[in-house]
T-cell receptor, first 118, second 111 residues
Framework: ETGVTQTPRHLVMGMTNKKSLKCEQH?????MYWYKQSAKKPLELMFV???????ENNSVPSRFSPECPNSSHLFLHLHTLQPEDSALYLC?????????????????FGEGSRLTVL | LAKTTQPISMDSYEGQEVNITCSHN???????ITWYQQFPSQGPRFIIQ?????VTNEVASLFIPADRKSSTLSLPRVSLSDTAVYYC????????????WGAGTKLIIKP
């Protein structure tokens, strides 16, 4: 148990569906992240939120839309996805984010949401 | 950001000590070295972090030579449950989210 909870753990959707992934952290952290891990590829950073403000969008297609209503919750809204978007989507958090202060740089990951796009 | 190079895979046996070496020739002065472990269909988990010399915690040791161009993760007396992918990452704290994740080392422990 890392203190970062992702739901759903598994999701199958068609290309015309709209769905959302949810992440919740119980660690009091200030920064939250979405990563994508495709089969046989390294982790790719998608979005970064620091104190609820988006600070990084790593050239992610607009069919992925993040939302961070507060420091504890992060959503990834999905619409009109492609089969190549099938992957493990990982949420992570870290203590101090980008606002300064020294932390260990440790990222706390959730267990991921396995997405399959048909 | 410094890129890292580590073996794609390694095999070992239960009870053995396993050493995984990571090369990071372009490491910067402010960079720390961090290792993560990832089991299938789970998120990576922090193992250990260091800047220089040796760091030890309850699960692993990290050896870093004086020139810091490489590091070695040492897992003592491994068990089957240590079968996982191990990632070596190099970066400074202020840009931890920019860390470049490589393919990692797939460690397989045999009975």
């Amino acid at each position: 148990e890392t203190g970062v909870t992702q739901t759903p753990r598994h999701l199958v959707m068609g290309m015309t569906n709209k769905k959302s992934l949810k992440c919740e952290q119980h660690l009091g952290h200030n920064a939250m992240y979405w990563y994508k891990q495709s089969a046989k590829k390294p982790l790719e950073l998608m979005f970064v939120y620091n104190f609820k403000e988006q600070t990084e969008n790593n050239s992610v297609p607009s069919r992925f839309s993040p939302e961070c209503p507060n420091s504890s919750h992060l959503f990834l809204h999905l619409h009109t996805l492609q089969p190549e978007d099938s992957a493990l989507y990982l949420c992570a958090s870290s203590p101090f984010g980008l606002a300064g202060g020294r932390d260990t740089g440790e990222l706390f990951f959730g267990e991921g949401s396995r997405l399959t796009v048909l | 950001l410094a890129k890292t190079t580590q073996p794609i895979s390694m095999d070992s046996y239960e009870g053995q000590e396993v050493n995984i070496t990571c090369s990071h020739n372009n490491i910067a002065t402010n960079d720390y070295i961090t290792w993560y472990q990832q089991f299938p269909s789970q998120g990576p988990r922090f193992i250990i972090q260091g800047y220089k010399t040796k760091v030890t915690n309850e699960v692993a040791s990290l050896f870093i030579p004086a020139d810091r161009k490489s590091s070695t993760l040492s897992l003592p007396r491994v068990s089957l449950s240590d079968t996982a992918v191990y990632y070596c990452l190099v970066g400074d704290f202020d840009s931890n989210y920019q860390l470049i994740w490589g393919a990692g080392t797939k460690l397989i422990i045999k009975p």
